[in-house]
């Protein structure tokens, strides 16, 4: 594609688990003109500079002519530096679980559940950030006396990025969206938890400046207006242009159910995070551990591609009973960070590829329609899901959703939106430093359009749901064993 040659441009970046993504886009419209990406180890602790690598790898002859960049970032991974700014241990992921008994001595300290859910808007679960500095300070102690800065991914990489000497470079910034999910910062203030710092590691670190959405934080090596950046989930639904209303529902390596509130929300159960949003809003979020690799472990036990596990899954009109509860990973939500999965109910009638296949996919979303349910239980409007990510390319995921997930779903078009939204932070930012006419004249962000279609209504499958909700409920201690 090309753009006008007079328009100014932006890029963004996605620094995901798998991989790092760079989409380069005109300022104005949001066109996405040039991509590049580069992939990450599969592992649960990675060394940040392997990030940089990617990165380089991703953007290689793509920034000529950017005017601004930021960058979107999985959420809650612990980076820490020492007094000179090196990195003192290779840096603990989002789904790293080996933080689950700090996350359960951390929730019973501060008073239980209740507790953090009023104090972060979030019940702290294995994920967290916080979490992983308690394990930290317990098991590796001597790394743990190196440590006097904590960092988030997309704070770690923004610095690098940055200008040396620079504010952004030394002392770090970061975002509402991306704090939000540490565990020490509260959306509902907006600000710090210095306490909650001290309770998990024993004493302060150094955290990065808070930044406003529009923000420019400063350059970059070559002169870009650098942005603040922000989460993952928070760029993936900037990107997207979500609304109060929408709830998106994207299938990648994790699952994510978010939507945007104008208010914050604190679930004592925990299973909806109450984290900020990259524009000012909120941004309600429930998040699963298991969701594509569902599909592509099933689809490698029947020893079958993809586009052959769909076939297999829309070839019968149902499971015939089964019920696959995947928790493959462990789980973040339920909370069952030990947890395996369990396929209930098989017996010689329904034994069958096609069957499995079904129970697969029917599993993936009912963990996430559950997801749905939550969030409006928190009193969250849900009048449409937004379905997006690698898993929602499959045929079988596209035919039933819409039955089980229980709402009109729409399919945007297949986009790296992480990136896309990092990239319309960039141009936001630029606008806000003078340098595009990409912003709206109110100081919005400048408005893409993201082209979407939708799929057809079904009746909800009430009885899918309810043999899901039936497995669960009857699996007790099987699960976390």
Same mark, same amino acid.
């Given at each position: 594609?090309?753009?006008?040659?007079?328009?100014?441009?932006?890029?963004?970046?996605?620094?995901?688990?798998?991989?790092?993504?760079?989409? !380069?886009?005109?300022?104005?419209?949001?066109?996405?003109?040039?991509?590049?990406?580069?992939?990450?180890?599969?592992?649960?602790?990675?060394?940040?500079?392997?990030?940089?690598?990617?990165?380089?790898?991703?953007?290689?002859?793509?920034?000529?002519?950017?005017?601004?960049?930021?960058?979107?970032?999985?959420?809650?991974?612990?980076?820490?530096?020492?007094?000179?700014?090196?990195?003192?241990?290779?840096?603990?992921?989002?789904?790293?679980?080996?933080?689950?008994?700090?996350?359960?001595?951390? !929730?019973?300290?501060?008073?239980?559940?209740?507790?953090?859910?009023?104090?972060?808007?979030?019940?702290?679960?294995?994920?967290?950030?916080?979490?992983?500095?308690?394990?930290?300070?317990?098991?590796?102690?001597?790394?743990?006396?190196?440590?006097?800065?904590?960092?988030?991914?997309?704070?770690?990489?923004?610095?690098?990025?940055? $200008?040396?000497?620079?504010?952004? @470079?030394?002392?770090?910034?970061?975002?509402?969206?991306?704090?939000?999910?540490?565990?020490?910062?509260?959306?509902?203030?907006?600000?710090?938890?210095? *306490?909650?710092?001290?309770?998990?590691?024993?004493?302060?670190?150094?955290?990065?400046?808070?930044?406003?959405?529009?923000?420019?934080?400063?350059?970059?090596?070559?002169?870009?207006?650098?942005?603040?950046?922000?989460?993952?989930?928070?760029?993936?639904?900037?990107?997207?242009?979500?609304?109060?209303?929408?709830?998106? !529902?994207?299938?990648?390596?994790?699952?994510?159910?978010?939507?945007?509130?104008?208010?914050?929300?604190?679930?004592?159960? &925990?299973?909806?995070?109450?984290?900020?949003?990259?524009? &000012?809003?909120?941004?309600?979020?429930?998040?699963?551990?298991? @969701?594509?690799?569902?599909?592509?472990?099933?689809?490698?036990?029947?020893?079958?591609?993809?586009?052959?596990? *769909?076939?297999?899954?829309?070839?019968?009109?149902?499971?015939?009973?089964?019920?696959?509860?995947?928790?493959? *990973?462990?789980?973040?939500?339920?909370?069952?960070?030990?947890?395996?999965?369990?396929?209930?109910?098989?017996?010689?009638?329904?034994?069958?590829?096609?069957?499995? $296949?079904?129970? @697969?996919?029917?599993?993936?979303?009912?963990?996430?329609?559950?997801?749905?349910?939550?969030?409006?239980?928190?009193?969250?409007?849900?009048?449409?899901?937004?379905?997006?990510?690698?898993?929602?390319?499959?045929?079988?995921?596209?035919?039933?959703?819409?039955?089980?997930?229980?709402?009109?779903?729409?399919?945007?078009?297949?986009?790296?939106? !992480?990136?896309?939204?990092?990239?319309?932070?960039?141009?936001?930012?630029?606008?806000?430093?003078?340098?595009?006419?990409?912003?709206?004249?109110?100081?919005?962000?400048?408005?893409?359009?993201?082209?979407?279609?939708?799929?057809?209504?079904?009746?909800?499958?009430?009885?899918?749901?309810?043999?899901?909700?039936?497995?669960?409920?009857?699996?007790?201690?099987?699960?976390?064993?």
């Amino acid at each position: 594609m090309t753009g006008s040659p007079s328009a100014s441009l932006v890029a963004g970046v996605d620094c995901s688990t798998q991989s790092t993504k760079v989409v !380069v886009c005109a300022a104005d419209t949001g066109e996405v003109l040039r991509t590049g990406s580069a992939p990450h180890p599969d592992a649960t602790e990675v060394a940040p500079a392997v990030w940089w690598a990617a990165f380089e790898a991703a953007a290689a002859g793509l920034l000529d002519g950017v005017s601004a960049i930021a960058v979107g970032g999985q959420q809650h991974g612990l980076v820490t530096l020492d007094e000179g700014g090196a990195v003192v241990r290779p840096a603990l992921l989002w789904n790293d679980t080996r933080s689950a008994a700090a996350a359960a001595e951390l !929730v019973t300290e501060l008073g239980g559940p209740a507790a953090w859910a009023s104090a972060i808007g979030s019940v702290p679960v294995a994920s967290f950030t916080v979490t992983k500095l308690r394990w930290l300070a317990e098991h590796e102690p001597e790394l743990a006396a190196r440590a006097v800065r904590v960092q988030l991914p997309h704070d770690w990489l923004t610095a690098q990025l940055a $200008a040396p000497g620079s504010p952004a @470079a030394t002392t770090g910034v970061t975002d509402r969206g991306d704090a939000s999910g540490t565990g020490y910062w509260s959306p509902a203030t907006g600000g710090y938890r210095p *306490d909650l710092l001290r309770l998990a590691f024993g004493r302060e670190l150094a955290v990065p400046r808070v930044a406003a959405p529009a923000e420019p934080v400063g350059e970059t090596k070559a002169g870009q207006v650098l942005g603040a950046g922000t989460g993952d989930n928070m760029a993936a639904g900037f990107g997207l242009g979500a609304v109060t209303g929408d709830v998106v !529902v994207s299938i990648g390596t994790s699952g994510t159910v978010f939507a945007v509130s104008r208010t914050p929300t604190a679930d004592a159960s &925990g299973i909806v995070a109450g984290f900020a949003d990259a524009t &000012g809003h909120f941004l309600p979020l429930v998040c699963t551990l298991n @969701a594509a690799r569902v599909l592509s472990t099933v689809a490698g036990l029947l020893g079958v591609s993809l586009s052959e596990l *769909d076939r297999l899954a829309l070839s019968t009109p149902d499971s015939g009973g089964l019920v696959l509860l995947p928790y493959l *990973d462990g789980e973040r939500t339920p909370d069952l960070p030990h947890a395996k999965g369990l396929l209930h109910g098989l017996t010689r009638a329904n034994a069958t590829p096609a069957r499995l $296949a079904r129970a @697969a996919v029917e599993g993936l979303l009912c963990g996430l329609a559950d997801g749905i349910d939550a969030l409006r239980a928190e009193g969250v409007e849900v009048r449409r899901a937004l379905l997006i990510g690698g898993g929602a390319r499959s045929a079988a995921v596209q035919a039933l959703a819409p039955a089980v997930l229980g709402v009109p779903v729409l399919l945007p078009e297949p986009a790296e939106y !992480v990136a896309l939204g990092a990239a319309r932070q960039a141009a936001w930012a630029l606008a806000t430093a003078g340098g595009t006419a990409g912003g709206r004249g109110d100081g919005g962000p400048p408005a893409w359009s993201v082209p979407a279609g939708v799929l057809p209504a079904v009746e909800p499958a009430i009885a899918v749901r309810e043999a899901y909700a039936a497995t669960l409920a009857g699996a007790g201690p099987l699960l976390d064993a």
